[in-house]
């Protein structure tokens, strides 16, 4: 069975600084997808950004980047140029797409909040 | 920008009591799936659903769960005898054949049992 683990339950930033949320997990499959998801107060699950095990360069979307560390099981989420809008809680999820369910198991979620 | 959506937004029933959670997937998807959140704890997978059957359920999902497709456009989760601890916000997802890493999720329903 995967799990998925986030260590940092909370963390502040200042409006227009970086923020890096650290998520690592375990599987013994190599199969696999790994996503960001941002929830906001509405609770709206909102997918953020999207990593494929098979892919060595680090996916980017826009002030959304990750760090990718296969070997060691990591895969961090770096928020650059913080917005207000940022604030939410951030879920770390995997997929293993050879699995017939295709379910996502998700980590315990950091909540961001960014100060003006 | 189709969207998944589900009803209804709140729904507060007595323990014991039956509910049935309803979801509109995004029309042309065909994979289905059940999630559910406790306040203040992680998405925990309950059951994913696909071509008129069950492909995979978790431990939570025991024989009080139940999912159907009724009618080809909606998707429900029914609980048969409500419990205090059922209470959570229950989110519907969806994704075609071709995107299966991209499920798009509703806006949830929260169930509060009393």
């Known amino acids: 069975a995967q799990t998925v683990t986030q260590s940092q339950p909370e963390m502040s930033v200042q409006e227009a600084e970086t923020v890096t949320l650290s998520c690592t997990y375990d599987t013994s499959e190599n199969n696999y997808y790994l996503f960001w998801y941002k929830q906001p107060p509405s609770r709206q699950m909102i997918l953020v950004i999207r990593?494929?095990?098979?892919?060595?360069q680090n996916a980017t979307e826009n002030r959304f980047s990750v760090n990718f560390q296969k070997a060691a099981k990591s895969f961090s989420l770096k928020i650059s140029d913080s917005q207000l809008g940022d604030t939410a809680m951030y879920f770390c999820a995997f997929m293993n797409y050879k699995a017939a369910g295709n379910k996502l198991t998700f980590g315990g979620g950091t909540r961001v909040l960014v100060k003006p | 920008e189709p969207e998944v959506t589900q009803t209804p937004s709140h729904q507060v029933t007595q323990m014991g009591q039956e509910v049935i959670l309803r979801c509109v997937p995004i029309?042309?998807?065909?994979?289905f799936y059940w999630y559910r959140q406790i306040l203040g704890q992680k998405v925990e997978f309950l059951v994913s659903?696909?071509?008129?059957?069950?492909?995979?359920k978790s431990e939570i999902f025991d024989d009080q769960f139940s999912v159907e497709r009724p009618d080809g456009s909606n998707f429900t989760l029914k609980i048969r005898s409500t419990k205090l601890e059922d209470s959570a916000m229950y989110f519907c997802a969806s994704t075609d054949k071709a995107f299966l890493y991209e499920q798009y999720f509703g806006p949830g329903t929260r169930l509060t049992v009393t």
């Open positions: 990593q494929e095990a098979y892919k060595q």
């Open positions: 029309s042309n998807h065909l994979y």
């Open positions: 659903f696909y071509n008129n059957e069950i492909s995979e």
